[in-house]
């Protein structure tokens, strides 16, 4: 399957730069630090350093069946959410593309529509699945649509992705109003973790088998982002290798969409800023997006859990805020660094 981007290939997987190991050390505290300050940040005050010894307290067992479960479920969904933005950029041989700003959410959220519509009462693993499927299909449709669009520049890829998603997201937004749906679909796209329990998030742990199949096939999909052509004459079978890099995306997207909803832009600006910091080389970058990633969910979570104490507001509405601002800053930086 060829895709077809601007002649002046905007990523070259060749670029590599010095190691920033001191990066990698911050990555890891901050890591740590917030993940600590997630357990103990919430509604609740009874959580706490002493309450976790206090025999009286509900303490314990609300930082196992809920703490916990949301620090977890927030690690998985920001590491696999870049580690998807990455392998799509890949894919695409485009900077500014990921799972949201291609219309593959859209359609994962079209096919949630579809099983809310015809088995209300599906669980959420075949309905997973639904969304899986959906999804994948989205991700071909989009590496269908570039394939044939006589790009020209750079920002016209996501906006033909944006276009796609648009249309999509109107008609599952047309059908979700006729059939009195659209309140449950949008509880549905959310994205928050605000009821991520125990019991309500292991499907995230399908999300990281998939970051590890990507680790697997990382030089795979190196040669990838050099193009059809000079994968073939490197022995590469190309449509094995993107139909892999397809059923990455779409798994985890998935998993992210029916465990926590739509959360934008995360994909797009952390693979661009370890691309700043490390290179385009995919095996070095994974273990940098998966803490990057992590990291900014953690961090913007913690920030929509504290603007209205004890109130939360949507992580998606944090999420998009700061991510929007880095995807301004990323397209404004001179040119060199983003692309």
Not at 48 to 64: Q, R, T, V
Not at 88 to 102: A, D, Y
Not at 150 to 179: D, E, K, S, W
Not at 181 to 194: D, I, K, P, R, V
């Amino acid at each position: 399957m060829a895709v077809v981007t601007e002649a002046a290939a905007p990523t070259t997987p060749t670029q590599v730069r010095p190691r920033r190991t001191w990066v990698g050390v911050v990555i890891g505290a901050l890591l740590v630090v917030l993940s600590v300050v997630s357990l103990f940040v919430g509604a609740s005050s009874d959580v706490s350093i002493a309450g976790i010894f206090d025999a009286e307290s509900n303490a314990s067992f609300l930082l196992a069946a809920s703490r916990i479960p949301r620090t977890i479920a927030l690690l998985l969904v920001g590491a696999s959410l870049g580690i998807a933005g990455l392998i799509m950029q890949m894919l695409v041989r485009n900077k500014f593309v990921e799972p949201s700003t291609t219309g593959v959410t859209e359609f994962g959220a079209l096919g949630m529509l579809g099983a809310l519509v015809f088995w209300p009462g599906m669980p959420v693993l075949p309905r997973m699945f639904i969304v899986a499927a959906c999804a994948l299909f989205g991700t071909w449709v989009f590496l269908r649509i570039i394939r044939n669009v006589p790009v020209r520049h750079l920002v016209l890829v996501p906006l033909v992705g944006i276009m796609l998603g648009g249309v999509v997201g109107a008609v599952t937004a047309f059908f979700a109003y006729r059939l009195d749906l659209l309140q449950a679909l949008m509880q549905w796209q959310q994205g928050s973790f605000a009821t991520v329990m125990r019991g309500r998030y292991e499907f995230v742990w399908i999300a990281a088998l998939m970051v590890v199949i990507a680790w697997i096939a990382a030089d795979r999909f190196s040669v990838i982002g050099l193009g059809e052509d000079f994968a073939t004459n490197l022995g590469l079978n190309y449509r094995r290798i993107v139909g892999v890099g397809m059923v990455i995306i779409a798994v985890i997207t998935a998993c992210v969409l029916v465990t926590a909803g739509i959360l934008p832009f995360l994909g797009l600006v952390v693979p661009n800023v370890v691309s700043i910091i490390i290179g385009d080389n995919v095996r070095r970058s994974i273990p940098w997006v998966a803490g990057l990633g992590a990291v900014f969910v953690l961090a913007c979570d913690i920030i929509a859990r504290l603007v209205r104490f004890p109130y939360e507001i949507p992580l998606s509405v944090v999420v998009g805020v700061i991510g929007a601002g880095l995807f301004l800053w990323l397209l404004l930086r001179r040119r060199g660094h983003a692309h």
